[in-house]
């Protein structure tokens, strides 16, 4: 009977090492898939954004609202994916009224969104490779895809932002984002060749 029973005790010893091992071999295979083949990919705005006008749009004489913004692309996961494209739907209020909603595309990236001036001629987004366990910055100019109406612009209202990234082969929605009570902006579109511009705090919609 004790012998039995020391036999028993050896066995459930020897099975720890065996836990342990196979504990260890899951914990290395994931880390080995983590590291090669899983990318997680966050692309948010930043707390601001920039509202001016874009002279020429479209190479017409027209001068159209225009949305700068910096994008943070954060590579959560081991393995390196790359964005290739930005969208961003467009839409402003006064109170419950839709003032505009307008597709905009990413017209071209700039050094400094608080320091950009000009035409802004059309230059396509260059493909963001983000490495794994990395993140990038880069301030981007939003153009809209169809011709915004002076009229539609008010003294006060506020926007909607929402953001879309094109990411292995697929559109991604990032989120939407809003900011209140702006004025003093884009109200001038008739009234160039001196335009106004103005940074809005942004904040993202839970």
């Known amino acids: 009977m004790q012998d039995r ?3 028993d005790r050896w066995r459930q010893w020897l099975q720890i090492p ?3 091992s196979l504990v260890a071999l899951a914990v290395s295979l994931f880390t080995c898939y983590d590291l090669n083949f899983r990318s997680d990919l966050d692309v948010v ?3 601001q954004a920039r509202l001016f006008v874009q002279e020429n749009w479209q190479e017409t ?4 609202p225009v949305v700068f913004v910096s994008l943070a692309c954060v590579n959560n996961g081991g393995s390196s994916t790359t964005v290739t494209d930005a969208k961003m739907e467009v839409s402003a209020f006064r109170g419950n009224n839709l003032l505009f909603k307008s597709s905009y ?3 071209r990236e700039v050094d400094n969104m608080l320091e950009a001036y000009g035409a802004f001629p059309q230059d396509p987004l260059r493909p963001i490779a983000v490495t794994g366990r990395s993140s990038q910055l ?3 100019a939003f153009s809209t895809g169809s011709y915004i109406s002076p009229n539609s612009i008010v003294d006060t209202f506020h926007i909607v932002l929402s953001l879309s990234v094109f990411n292995d082969g697929d559109w991604e929605d990032c989120g939407e984002y809003v ?3 702006i004025s003093d902006v884009w109200t001038d579109l008739n009234n160039g060749p001196i335009y ?3 940074v809005i705090d942004i904040t993202p919609v839970d």
């Open 105 to 107: 595309f990413a017209l």
């Open 138 to 140: 880069h301030d981007i």
């Open 61 to 64: 004489s027209k001068a159209q």
């Open 5 to 7: 029973e020391k036999g």
């Open 179 to 181: 900011s209140s009570s």
């Open 45 to 47: 705005l930043g707390k």
């Open 18 to 20: 065996l836990w342990v």
């Open 196 to 198: 106004k511009s103005k």
